[in-house]
């Protein structure tokens, strides 16, 4: 049986910055392994260096540019279809700042990590080739979607894929048994079955379904895809929240 929920997100504010916490909301303390999923901008992001520790971490731009630096020594900057993920291991202090003052829109994501306070903290970049999957294109972030999947390794097993809509026919995702879903509409409102998700929001999923989208060649529609086995016990890692 399917089951589409699309949750309240709460107002809260990282580093000075408002966002909205998709994730947790409502009675959801996480979606799979995912414990928090914060939507922010467009705004300029000027954010001091922060703790974290025991858990990975990823933003995923839809616009704009960030400079990220950290304690490892890693300084990069990047934009949208690009991701930095941080392992925090014992603990890293990770800075993020606007380039130029350009104002960025994304999703900030933190996943569960048992045992990542034995690891060394690191930094991987990556860029997702986005695979074709009928009239549409996924970019695959972490995890598996089909056949193809990304080199990001993650303590638990995860799915997050950005899907651009080139056409109104929906795509049927291929749930894995026991997962969760949740369903992101970036600047356009997504269909999950019969459930409107507007932009800005998210759906909690379970069971098979299929997204669609408003979408033709010439008006790309883009949504972010998360996805994981549920936390036995789901808790916050220590350390800040995301950002």
Same mark, same amino acid.
């Given at each position: ?9 709460? =107002?809260?504010?990282? +580093? +000075? ?14 979606? $799979?392994? *995912?414990?928090?999923?914060? *939507?922010? $901008? #467009?705004? %300029?992001?000027?954010? #001091?260096?922060? !703790?974290?520790?025991?858990?990975? &971490? ?10 990220? =630096?950290? &304690? =490892?020594?890693?300084?990069? =900057?990047? /934009? ?8 925090? /291991? ?9 380039? /130029? ?12 990590? #048992? ?11 990556? *860029?997702?080739?986005?695979? !074709?999957? $009928? ?14 999947? &990304?080199? %990001? ?16 026919? #929906?795509? %049927? ?5 026991? *997962? ?6 970036? +600047? ?12 800005? !929001? ?9 997204? $669609?989208?408003?979408?033709?060649? /010439?008006?790309?529609? !883009?949504?972010?895809?998360?996805g994981g086995a549920a936390l036995a016990a789901p808790s916050r890692s220590s350390g800040t929240e995301p950002?």
């Open positions: 049986m399917t089951s589409v929920r699309v949750v309240q997100p709460a =107002t809260t504010t990282v +580093g +000075g910055v408002p966002i909205l916490r998709l994730v947790p909301a409502d009675d959801v303390a996480a979606v $799979g392994p *995912w414990t928090y999923v914060d *939507w922010f $901008g #467009p705004a %300029v992001l000027q954010q #001091p260096a922060r !703790r974290q520790a025991n858990t990975q &971490s990823l933003t995923w731009l839809f616009s704009g540019h960030l400079r990220h =630096t950290d &304690s =490892t020594g890693s300084d990069t =900057t990047y /934009g949208p279809g690009q991701a930095v993920v941080v392992t925090a /291991g014992a603990g890293v202090e990770v800075a993020q700042a606007s380039v /130029g003052g350009e104002p960025v829109t994304g999703v900030a994501l933190r996943l569960a990590a #048992p045992g990542a306070s034995d690891l060394t903290p690191s930094v991987e970049e990556f *860029w997702p080739e986005p695979v !074709r999957v $009928g009239d549409h294109e996924v970019a695959i972030i972490v995890g598996e979607f089909g056949f193809e999947d &990304s080199p %990001v390794a993650t303590h638990l097993p995860a799915l997050a894929c950005e899907v651009r809509f080139a056409s109104d026919d #929906p795509l %049927v995702v291929p749930v894995e048994d026991g *997962w969760e879903y949740v369903v992101i509409a970036e +600047g356009a409102a997504l269909r999950v079955g019969d459930v409107e998700v507007p932009a800005g !929001r998210a759906a909690i999923v379970s069971g098979e379904f299929a997204v $669609g989208a408003a979408a033709d060649a /010439g008006h790309v529609v !883009r949504g972010l895809l998360l950002g």
